[in-house]
């Protein structure tokens, strides 16, 4: 039965419009300099750039101004991303360093957010190790950033605030956005993860799977289409999945095809796409897609169907291969992503060999490689893992430097085509125009920057390694 998804409550709207408004008042006098600054680093994924691009849509109502130094923000936020340990060593060494910025500036509020707030274990360390951390929130309570931020500016006492199962299941429409640029976009089409890979933390982090409604992911993107923005990426943990949960379900195909059919100078991308759920009719509604780009990121994980049973990952490499080859069928210039983890525990060196197989088999344009990383609660977690730390970084360094080998060999093969690249910046080093193809795939070329924002045709004119040099055609 399709689960309920609430909208956004009226009163939640109220209470965050009144928060807004005192926020604004108390930064006012508390600023250090003319306007009150706020910085916010962001951790991990596209999701959390598209939670932070919220939040800097508050603090802009705010009237907070951005600044990327420490020393100059009146407001520091670090959103965080709880997926490899790495990621999180790396969050508590960079809050630890913000103890000086405290002591130098000790109206300064930090704040920390995010996947790894929803841990229970890291919130507790923040609240031990780190009492200059005035904020602590979670990802189901982003909606609520203007009533927190107003509390930890008000209250005598730090504030730690995680969502409970009821709001995990709210979807907050109509939140501001302030976005990172003026070309690409980010548009997040549903929330939460059902897969429990057994690697994986996200299910426990960002609950369970909800879809926005289709009308308004239509209204959020004819918006963005009208305000120039040429490259629309529609985020979800498994995207393939969209619509299930409705009230009235709706295939992703479905929704694509809906966005497609918007006119206009742009093309849509779409992340991340689970193998277990991606359609024949998925792939032929890119096929046939007017704007819909012909780059499809498909993780694999691992090539070897035992791993991908112990990482419960629901396909085999058979399937993975089948629906590759059917893909390559019906979109000839298809360009391949994906993601890959190395070392899963009890991998052995023949089974990680099939992952290298895949690779060769597949041609991916580039791939993101992962060394296993254990996870608290995961199932994983609890398997043995003999492989030593030392042996997976080889394993690693062999799959990185086949890969540069393929990736190399396909660029050298798009020399000579013509590519419909969007312009995104000129390089000060060179003084080329940098772009990326539909493929996504780095174009340096010589042209005017006025051509920056838009999409220019480019002939292909040289490869080095997996960035392409060209000219205008
Ligand atoms: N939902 C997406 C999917 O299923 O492909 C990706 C989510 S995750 C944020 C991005 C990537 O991180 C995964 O595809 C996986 O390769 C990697 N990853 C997740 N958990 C990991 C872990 N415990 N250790 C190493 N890599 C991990
Ligand atoms: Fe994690 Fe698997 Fe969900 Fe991706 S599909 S977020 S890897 S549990």
């Given at each position: 039965m399709a689960a309920e998804t609430p909208l956004f409550s009226q009163a939640q709207t109220l209470e965050n419009d009144e928060a807004v408004r005192e926020v604004r008042e108390i930064m006012a006098l508390r600023a250090r300099g003319s306007a009150p600054m706020a910085l916010v680093r962001t951790y991990g994924c596209q999701q959390n750039v598209s939670d932070s691009e919220k939040i800097k849509g508050f603090l802009a109502q705010m009237g907070f101004s951005f600044t990327e130094d420490e020393e100059d923000a009146d407001f520091i936020l670090f959103n965080t991303c709880a997926v490899r340990e790495h990621a999180e060593d790396r969050v508590f060494g960079n809050v630890g360093a913000l103890k000086?910025?405290?002591?130098?500036?000790?109206?300064?509020?930090?704040?920390?957010?995010?996947?790894?707030?929803?841990?229970?274990?890291?919130?507790?360390?923040?609240?031990?190790?780190?009492?200059?951390?005035?904020?602590?929130?979670?990802?189901?309570?982003?909606?609520?950033?203007?009533?927190?931020?107003?509390?930890?500016?008000?209250?005598?006492?730090?504030?730690?605030?995680?969502?409970?199962?009821?709001?995990?299941?709210?979807?907050?429409?109509?939140?501001?956005?302030?976005?990172?640029?003026?070309?690409?976009?980010?548009?997040?089409?549903?929330?939460?993860?059902?897969?429990?890979?057994?690697?994986?933390?996200?299910?426990?982090?960002?609950?369970?799977?909800?879809?926005?409604?289709?009308?308004?992911?239509?209204?959020?993107?004819?918006?963005?289409?009208?305000?120039?923005?040429?490259?629309?990426?529609?985020?979800?943990?498994?995207?393939?999945?969209?619509?299930?949960?409705?009230?009235?379900?709706?295939?992703?195909?479905?929704?694509?095809?809906?966005?497609?059919?918007?006119?206009?100078?742009?093309?849509?991308?779409?992340?991340?796409?689970?193998?277990?759920?991606?359609?024949?009719?998925?792939?032929?509604?890119?096929?046939?897609?007017?704007?819909?780009?012909?780059?499809?990121?498909?993780?694999?994980?691992?090539?070897?169907?035992?791993?991908?049973?112990?990482?419960?990952?629901?396909?085999?490499?058979?399937?993975?291969?089948?629906?590759?080859?059917?893909?390559?069928?019906?979109?000839?210039?298809?360009?391949?992503?994906?993601?890959?983890?190395?070392?899963?525990?009890?991998?052995?060196?023949?089974?990680?060999?099939?992952?290298?197989?895949?690779?060769?088999?597949?041609?991916?344009?580039?791939?993101?490689?992962?060394?296993y990383s254990p996870r608290t609660g995961t199932r994983a977690a609890g398997l043995p893992d003999p492989i030593p730390a030392e042996e997976k970084s080889k394993w690693l360094r062999e799959l990185c430097a086949e890969q540069e080998k393929i990736a190399a060999a396909r660029c050298a093969s798009s020399v000579g085509t013509v590519q419909r690249v969007l312009v995104e910046e000129k390089n000060p080093k060179t003084g080329l125009l940098t772009g990326r193809t539909d493929g996504n795939i780095i174009v340096d070329f010589a042209g005017d920057p006025a051509f920056i924002g838009s999409f220019a045709e480019v002939r292909i004119t040289s490869a080095r390694n997996w960035i392409l040099g060209g000219e205008l055609a």
């Open positions: 000086n910025v405290k002591r130098r500036h000790s109206s300064t509020l930090i704040a920390v957010c995010g996947c790894m707030m929803e841990e229970e274990k890291a919130a507790e360390r923040i609240r031990s190790v780190f009492p200059f951390v005035g904020l602590v929130f979670g990802t189901h309570v982003i909606h609520r950033f203007p009533q927190l931020l107003l509390r930890a500016l008000t209250e005598e006492k730090r504030v730690f605030e995680r969502g409970d199962d009821s709001e995990d299941r709210e979807i907050a429409e109509g939140l501001p956005v302030r976005r990172d640029g003026a070309v690409k976009a980010w548009l997040t089409v549903m929330y939460g993860c059902n897969n429990f890979c057994s690697y994986c933390i996200v299910p426990y982090v960002r609950g369970r799977e909800r879809s926005r409604e289709p009308q308004a992911i239509l209204e959020e993107f004819r918006g963005l289409v009208r305000d120039g923005y040429k490259d629309i990426t529609l985020l979800g943990q498994n995207v393939n999945s969209y619509g299930k949960t409705l009230r009235t379900p709706v295939s992703f195909a479905r929704l694509l095809r809906m966005l497609d059919e918007i006119d206009g100078d742009y093309r849509i991308r779409f992340m991340t796409s689970h193998p277990k759920d991606l359609t024949k009719e998925l792939i032929d509604t890119i096929a046939a897609g007017r704007h819909i780009s012909h780059h499809l990121h498909l993780p694999f994980q691992s090539g070897n169907n035992r791993v991908l049973k112990e990482m419960n990952r629901g396909y085999t490499r058979e399937q993975y291969l089948d629906l590759i080859q059917y893909a390559k069928e019906k979109i000839t210039d298809l360009s391949l992503t994906s993601d890959v983890i190395v070392g899963f525990p009890g991998e052995s060196y023949e089974e990680f060999l099939d992952t290298v197989d895949l690779i060769r088999r597949v041609e991916f344009t580039s791939l993101f490689t992962f060394i």
